[in-house]
């Protein structure tokens, strides 16, 4: 007696496993999106923390109301402050200014963070 069984999956098995990963990704993704778009905010936020303390011992030390963020930003010892890498694009403040709040814009091209 001759037996037809065949082993794997049928297509409607792997059909419902598709669709079922393709739900799951569908829910994780905006998810990965918002938590994404929150840890790039933060890391940029507290860059302008520190540009903006040392901005403000800066000019307390030389009593200067503006200078360049160059000025401030470097590996010389005269820099109160060590490059950091961008990690969304961002571009910061030029001039900064007394009083003022230190901006970063284009943040991932889209949102702008001022730290005042």
Known sequence: MKTNTTTGFTLVEIMIVVVII????????????KVRASSQDKSVTN???QMSNA???????TGRSS?????M???NSTQAVKPFPTVAGE???DILLAGSA???????????????
């Open 22 to 33: 393709g739900l799951l990704a569908a829910m994780a993704i905006p998810q990965f999106q």
């Open 47 to 49: 860059n302008l923390r």
């Open 55 to 61: 901005a403000d011992q800066y000019f307390s030390e």
């Open 67 to 71: 200078f360049a963020s160059t000025d």
């Open 73 to 75: 930003v470097g590996t």
């Open 91 to 93: 571009t910061y403040t």
């Open 102 to 116: 230190v901006t970063a814009s284009g943040v991932a091209g889209a949102r702008t963070i001022t730290y005042q």
